[in-house]
């Protein structure tokens, strides 16, 4: 049972241009939503993350969005730029415990 | 440096010999997990401590144990690893209670392959 869905493996965008990466989720008790950033051969980074009593977080290039009603997150970047290539992950909590998605690949051109 | 460090970064084993992953935060966090990484499917929690001495299952435990002596330290055990195993393994750590606010800080990986 796949609490936390990524739809999109792969999105491919082009440089300054906006990225945006969608995950939905099917438990109403999560009451955090993050994003992570990994590039190969290293682990997961934190990007930024959301409380569930708001519906906008933003951080530089970097903002999510939250639509409780239909169970939605999303992350736009913009601009969109060559090292931010890496895959993405969206994950949620209850508590401490973090439940993630299957990733997306997002792959910025020059 | 705050950091997780995890040991070793590559594994080849075969089927049955039992190892362990090292796993080692210097930052005072309570609260350790580990994950493994397989495509198509993210990142699967396996075993989480909230603290020393204090161990849970994950989503997927089968196969594995842990252990929670120190609050640094938490190993993942194999006791009989078999090819089903063969997967990227990610050792997180934070601070109980913010890990969902401000994120877990993760090791580099280990990725074991079980011949």
């Known amino acids: 049972d796949q609490q936390v869905k990524q739809n999109s493996p792969s999105l491919s965008v082009q440089e300054g241009r906006i990225s945006i990466l969608n995950c939905d989720y099917t438990?109403?008790?999560?009451?955090?939503f993050l994003w992570y950033k990994k590039y190969p051969a290293e682990g997961p980074t934190f990007l930024i993350s959301i409380s569930s009593i708001k519906d906008k977080n933003e951080d530089g290039r970097f903002t999510v969005f939250l639509n409780k009603s239909a169970k939605h997150l999303s992350l736009h970047i913009v601009p969109s730029q060559p090292g931010d290539s890496a895959v993405y992950f969206c994950a949620a909590a209850p508590g401490s415990r973090l439940t993630f998605g299957e990733g997306t690949q997002l792959t910025v051109n020059p | 440096e705050a950091q997780v460090t995890q040991n070793p970064r590559y594994l080849i084993t075969v089927t049955g010999k039992k190892l362990t992953v090292t796993c080692s935060q210097n930052?005072?966090?309570?609260?350790m997990s580990w994950y493994r990484q397989d495509p198509g499917l993210g990142l699967r929690q396996i075993y989480y401590?909230?603290?020393?001495?204090?161990?849970d299952k994950g989503d997927v435990p089968e196969g594995y144990k842990v252990s929670r002596k120190e609050k640094r330290n938490f190993p993942l055990i194999l006791e009989s690893p078999s090819p089903n195993q063969t997967s990227l393994y990610f050792c997180?750590?934070?601070?109980?209670?913010?890990?969902?606010?401000?994120?877990?800080?993760f090791g580099s990986g280990t990725r074991l392959t079980v011949v």
């Open positions: 997180a750590s934070s601070f109980t209670g913010q890990g969902a606010r401000y994120g877990y800080t």
């Open positions: 401590s909230m603290n020393v001495e204090v161990t």
């Open positions: 930052m005072n966090h309570e609260y």
């Open positions: 438990n109403s008790m999560f009451d955090y």
